[in-house]
């Protein structure tokens, strides 16, 4: 009998998430098997050396649609040009980081000869100068420290201000799929996606353990104003608070939360609050499977200064 493997399972193994697994499914790049009462997802063994290689692929910088080409050929011509082309792209991508370095080391030699202002030096210096592949975690940390943008990373420092939003929360092995669709039927029904203004976050809660595969997920619509409630939409003001933000797209949320956490948990200036966050940052028409990316927001609390206890 063929092995299967539930979804959570392989999510764990592979470090993706499951809506990303379901994202593959629908365009085609995998099949799963339900099973059960609750309509599970299970994968045999074929599915997952299939995961596998398509994570493998993204890995290399593979779009989905490449992947998708790679995977419905038996042509290797046609794979190895895929191959070629993305090699070349990357080769330009590293030109351009190694004029990068060499125009800051021309305008280091500037200003060790003192040939410019102080005021023109920084000019110049702040549009060719960027933190790249090569900066440590703990100078970005440092530099989190500052309050500096941070390009290459896309972190930066945003204060959210009170924010009176609408919530539900769903429970099980796959609440987003609940979440979301009970909230955008609301945000309809209220015609609150005509407004430019509503924005859409979402968190576990509570976040799956390793004895339960079951977990909650909260999904919130900030208003401008209260907006008659149902019966399953409740209304709450969210306080807000200190946030270091990762911009990253859906496939890679799990890489790109550990990459925030490991960089603000090295400050020497915050420490890592309670309210995680993710924002749906919505591209189209309202859907939380597709046109989307997704802001990470990881709480920022200043750490005591030693001797007073004072923050």
């Known amino acids: 009998m063929n092995h299967l493997e539930v979804i959570s399972t392989i999510c764990e193994r592979f470090n993706v998430t499951s809506r990303t697994l379901r994202y593959y499914e629908e365009i085609g790049l995998i099949k799963s098997i339900r099973q059960g009462d609750g309509n599970y997802r299970y994968y045999d063994d074929n599915t997952i050396k299939r995961i596998e290689h398509i994570i493998l692929m993204r890995r290399l910088s593979l779009s ?12 290797i011509e046609e794979v190895m040009t895929i191959f070629v082309n993305k090699l070349s792209l990357l080769k330009e991508d590293l030109m351009d980081k190694v004029i990068t370095i060499k125009n800051i080391e021309d305008m280091l030699g500037l200003i060790k000869q003192n040939r410019y202002k102080f005021q023109n030096q920084l000019a110049i210096l702040n549009d060719a100068l960027k933190v790249d592949d090569t900066t440590s975690e703990k100078d970005i940390a440092d530099i989190l420290d500052s309050n500096e943008l941070l390009n290459e990373w896309n972190i930066r420092i945003i204060k959210l201000h009170p924010m009176l939003v609408a919530y539900y929360i769903a429970y099980g092995k796959e609440p987003e799929n609940e ?8 945000v309809k029904e209220n015609q609150l996606d005509q407004m430019f203004t509503t924005r859409y976050f979402g968190f ?15 999904g919130w619509v900030t208003l401008k104003e209260k907006v008659k409630p149902s019966a399953k939409i409740k209304m709450k003001t969210f306080k807000g608070g200190l946030y270091a933000v990762m911009t990253s797209n859906v496939f890679d949320i799990v890489a790109s939360w ?3 956490y490991k960089i603000v948990n090295q400050s020497n200036k915050y420490i890592i609050g309670k309210r995680w966050l993710e924002e749906h940052i919505i591209l189209g028409d309202i859907t939380w499977e597709h046109n989307f990316q997704v802001d990470l927001y990881c709480p920022l609390e200043l750490k005591k200064e030693e001797g007073n206890g004072k923050y």
């Open 204 to 218: 576990n809660n509570p976040d799956p353990s390793k004895d339960n595969d079951e977990y909650g997920y909260e």
């Open 64 to 75: 989905v649609k490449e992947i998708q080409k790679i995977l419905s050929t038996k042509d």
């Open 258 to 260: 550990q990459k925030l």
């Open 179 to 186: 979440t979301w669709e009970v909230l955008f039927n609301w």
